[in-house]
């Protein structure tokens, strides 16, 4: 009998990347149950290459959920959870039917936890545990065929087992407080006012709203304090200059206008010029981390569409494994002949390839975090084809990043010109680039703006022609977006980096927060207050910060999974303890609060007809819902909705047509703005 080796790919692109590049010739391909799935014959073996589709088996509690604490709970097929993925199924059945006469067994899902968890799953489950105990692993960065055939010629002779145990506990940790809080907080509801209002809370989620709930409540209680400013406008040898004055801001008005009189009608005399030099060295690589924030300043893409898009590049071969941490490139991988492909591939590439293939040694810039799974996002070299708009622009950001790592720093000069008008002393800056160094390889994202001052020198009389005396306030704290919470949950170590982005897509979708510059909703506010009030360990950044920590010695080795289960279920029985104690309390203020928040989002305005309010409805009939007036039948004014997403009432009239505008926000996508009415004169000239 010929051996036989199964190859379990996470995804259908993944597995199709694998099988051509291991394959002496063209694969086989095939489908069963519409699964598709390749076979070839290599060194006297065959080979059968077959996708999972992400998670087959999800956790699921083995008994109802009545009460809680609830801890049975155990690994289901993700078809039987309340009918999710039923694409799953046959993916089941075709890797059972392939895996009957396999000998030997290989995962080469992405190398990280999700993937080590979904390839142990369908090998315990499908292909039984002598299968799970004698697999082996490939381990790769990205899908070029030269790297996935260095990972097949090098298996490693064990699956990760450390990063196996790891990602259970951490599944099993989220299940455990994610469904008994999110259980607990609805119950509490139920038996305050007897309804069932289903309500949302997790061990990363929850400890993420508060932080949210935190400068929400710094911005609603700020109050806003008057100060003035005094400035200059300055003849600076032909073009115009503002000038500040060195105290910066006044509290005292008539202070701010005693030095307004004494410069009045009086010139600006240069008291000194200043010029310093300085390099700026490239930034490091990106990470998945540093990916989103930039892709959010210079794009505008939430984090969750950034993870999406970069994964779309990876199955493509583009670029390699996206969900890192790391900030390092190792010497292993061949520079010169990515920088080549780069340039060879894009005429927009090939003038600051030849420059950098032209140096003697391609030396990157690289950060301190490293990854003991994956480099730092690099391109891969390959040749970008048919790629989206969205695809297209994610794409060069990560490429322009990649070729500015090995340019020389910038140099840059820094100019303060110091005025003396009227015995007061004003400033005024200015910046220019002396050499662009790798500033002209990372294009428009370098955000290097020039103020060029012309030489002045000390003593030279400057005409002042304009004194200006303003008046301001003290601004509240900035509101977090989506990549700056991202961010902040790194720094206070919640969430991983494949994790973080989606639960705040989750909490837009839960209602509990809104708009790009995040607003925390009354709702949202009032589940963080509940908690603060009577169990704030639910609420507590450090102690899921610490779960984190004792995951990642789990993957380290130096704990094991049983001992982290049993110490984080201690716990949570404790804070439980102490939610039942207060459930009636919990649950008629997150009642209240529900119900406020319920009235809000379905009134959408006024109605641009009659005046009445513009309502969220749903058809009995089609179960769609619409906008419809409050004064029907009397008025039939109504607009149609996008059927998916959360939608939020913004309090704003359309400036065209007086129709309330909204906002969508659906999950991967960035939020958007509309007004309601179709017929708007604003989008017929679009």
Request: one cysteine or more; glycine letters at 6%; charged letters at 25%.
């Amino acid at each position: 009998m010929v051996a036989k080796t199964l190859i379990i790919c996470e995804k259908p692109a993944a597995a199709a990347k694998i099988a051509v590049a291991l394959a002496p010739g063209q694969p086989e391909a095939g489908q069963l149950n519409g699964v598709p799935f390749y076979n070839f014959e290599l060194e006297g073996r065959r080979v059968t290459v077959v996708p999972a589709l992400g998670h087959l088996f999800v956790l699921k509690n083995l008994k109802p959920l009545r009460d809680y604490p609830c801890y049975e709970v155990g690994w289901v097929p993700a078809y039987r959870v309340g009918g999710r993925a039923t694409r799953t199924k046959a993916f089941i059945e075709a890797i059972r039917e392939l895996a009957k006469d396999a000998t030997d067994f290989i995962s080469a899902c992405d190398y990280d936890i999700e993937g080590s968890v979904i390839a142990a799953n369908v090998l315990r489950f499908i292909c039984g545990e002598e299968a799970l105990r004698r697999a082996k692993r490939m381990k790769f960065s990205t899908l070029t065929a030269e790297d996935l055939r260095q990972a097949y010629e090098h298996l490693l002779p064990r699956l990760d087992y450390e990063l196996i145990e790891a990602g259970v506990a951490r599944h099993l940790l989220d299940w455990y407080w994610g469904m008994n809080v999110s259980l607990a907080m609805s119950t509490a509801v139920r038996l305050a006012e007897q309804r069932f209002v289903k309500l949302s809370a997790g061990r990363v989620q929850t400890p993420t709203l508060r932080i949210l709930a935190e400068r929400e409540r710094e911005i609603r209680s700020f109050k806003p304090e008057p100060y003035w400013v005094v400035n200059l406008v300055v003849d600076l040898n032909g073009m115009e200059g503002v000038a500040e004055h060195v105290k910066g801001r006044f509290s005292d008005r008539v202070a701010a206008e005693r030095v307004v009189a004494a410069c009045r009608e009086k010139p600006a005399r240069v008291f000194s010029v200043e010029k310093h030099r300085q390099q700026r060295s490239p930034p490091p690589p990106f990470n998945l981390s540093d990916l989103q924030m930039e892709a959010h300043r210079c794009l505008g893409y939430s984090p969750l569409r950034t993870q999406q898009i970069a994964q779309e590049l990876y199955q493509a071969a583009l670029i390699s494994y996206p969900r890192t941490d790391s900030q390092k490139l190792p010497p292993s991988i061949d520079f010169r002949r990515i920088i080549e492909q780069i340039g060879s591939a894009s005429a927009e590439y090939r003038r600051p390839a030849e420059e950098l293939l032209s140096l003697p040694e391609l030396r990157p810039r690289e950060g301190e975090k490293t990854d003991p799974a994956h480099p730092a996002i690099y391109p891969t070299g390959q040749r970008p084809e048919g790629l989206t708009g969205q695809q297209r622009k994610l794409y060069d950001l990560i490429v322009r990043r990649f070729l500015s790592l090995f340019g020389r720093p910038a140099l840059l000069e820094s100019m303060r010109v110091d005025l003396d008008v009227g015995g007061e002393r004003f400033f005024i800056r200015g910046r220019r680039v002396l050499e662009e160094g790798w500033l002209k390889y990372y294009g428009d994202y370098a955000a290097t703006e020039e103020a060029i001052l012309p030489e002045l020198q000390e003593g030279q009389s400057l005409a002042v022609k304009e004194v200006r005396l303003e008046e301001r306030q003290t601004q509240p704290p900035q509101r977090y977006n989506p990549a700056s919470i991202v961010k902040r949950m790194e720094e206070v170590g919640i969430g991983t980096k494949s994790t973080r982005a989606q639960i705040v897509q989750n909490l837009y979708e839960r209602g509990y927060i809104t708009g790009r510059q995040i607003t925390v909703t009354d709702l949202g506010m009032q589940v963080v207050d509940s908690l603060l009030r009577y169990c704030p360990e639910i609420t507590s950044e450090e102690l899921t910060a610490t779960f984190e920590r004792e995951m990642d010695a789990i993957q380290e080795g130096k704990k094991t999974k049983e001992e982290v289960i049993e110490r984080a279920r201690a716990e949570l029985d404790r804070i439980l303890a102490k939610f039942k104690q207060h459930q009636l309390e919990i649950g008629r203020l997150l009642a209240a609060s529900y119900r406020a928040s319920l009235l809000k989002q379905r009134n959408l305005g006024k109605c641009p007809i009659c005046g009445g309010e513009l309502r969220l409805t749903v058809s009995r009939a089609t179960h769609k819902r619409f906008v419809g007036c409050s004064n029907y039948p009397r008025c039939h004014n109504s607009f149609p909705l996008p059927q998916a997403g959360t939608i939020h009432p913004l309090g704003e009239a359309c400036k065209f047509c007086g129709a309330p505008v909204i906002q969508i926000n659906r999950a991967g996508a960035r939020p958007y703005r509309m007004c309601l009415n179709p017929d708007c004169p604003a989008k017929k000239n679009r």
